[in-house]
T-cell receptor
Framework: AQSVTQPDIHITVSEGASLELRCNYSYGATPYLFWYVQSPGQGLQLLLKYFSGDTLVQGIKGFEAEFKRSQSSFNLRKPSVHWSDAAEYFCAVAPVRNRDDKIIFGKGTRLHILP | DGGITQSPKYLFRKEGQNVTLSCEQN?????MYWYRQDPGQGLRLIYYSQIVNDFQKGDIAEGYSVSREKKESFPLTVTSAQKNPTAFYLC???????????FGQGTRLTVV
């Protein structure tokens, strides 16, 4: 079955420290991959996406993610977090060419920032 | 500016009443989605529509209904059959189901 797993429900890092949020997926073929961010009480905003090509993708707000086919992973990274990065982060996958399939979201990782 | 508008932001209803949540987009997107979000549960798909006058059930469609009479609009009705309707509801759209989705700001529904 198709699925997206974000193994960490909560992560706490100090301001200025580096960050890595994990995402693993199970899919029949390499899907499109996304990371979204959600501030409390708000909708989701797209951080970055991977369709094909370079496996290291750059996004907004200084985030990047690396696609590793062998590990079925798409981990999100940031070299130095800011207090404003505190939010919930969702990894998602979407089908390539199969219009009958749906976007699938992970359950999210809530990021806490220590001053 | 193009985007998705959900209204209202907060909605209160008495138990047993039907309520309709509005979702309008001016992005000219074909696909639209409704998600329900509860703490710790991530996003769960209620209904989605890939084209006008057509829609499919998602993972938790029971107690909900939708219509897609116009490309721009995809209203969601929470019926009295929905056992636990209090939640945060998110609407999204995309130009293709395989491409990134744009989200509205959400509607928080509280049933008392």
């Amino acid at each position: 079955a198709q699925s997206v797993t974000q193994p960490d429900i909560h992560i706490t890092v100090s301001e200025g420290a580096s960050l890595e949020l994990r995402c693993n997926y199970s899919y029949g073929a390499t899907p499109y991959l996304f990371w979204y961010v959600q501030s409390p009480g708000q909708g989701l905003q797209l951080l970055l996406k991977y369709f094909s090509g370079d496996t290291l993708v750059q996004g907004i707000k200084g985030f990047e993610a690396e696609f590793k086919r062998s590990q079925s992973s798409f981990n999100l990274r940031k070299p130095s977090v800011h207090w404003s990065d505190a939010a919930e982060y969702f990894c998602a996958v979407a089908p390539v060419r199969n219009r009958d399939d749906k976007i699938i979201f992970g359950k999210g990782t809530r990021l806490h920032i220590l001053p | 500016d193009g985007g998705i508008t959900q209204s209202p932001k907060y909605l209160f209803r008495k138990e047993g009443q039907n309520v309709t949540l509005s979702c309008e987009q001016n992005l000219n997107h074909d696909a639209m989605y409704w998600y329900r979000q509860d703490p710790g549960q991530g996003l769960r798909l209620i209904y989605y529509s890939q084209i006008v006058n057509d829609f499919q059930k998602g993972d938790i469609a029971e107690g909900y209904s939708v219509s897609r009479e116009k490309k721009e609009s995809f209203p969601l009705t929470v019926t009295s059959a929905q056992k636990n309707p209090t939640a945060f509801y998110l609407c999204a759209s995309s130009s293709d189901p395989g491409l990134s989705a744009f989200f509205g700001q959400g509607t928080r529904l509280t049933v008392v």
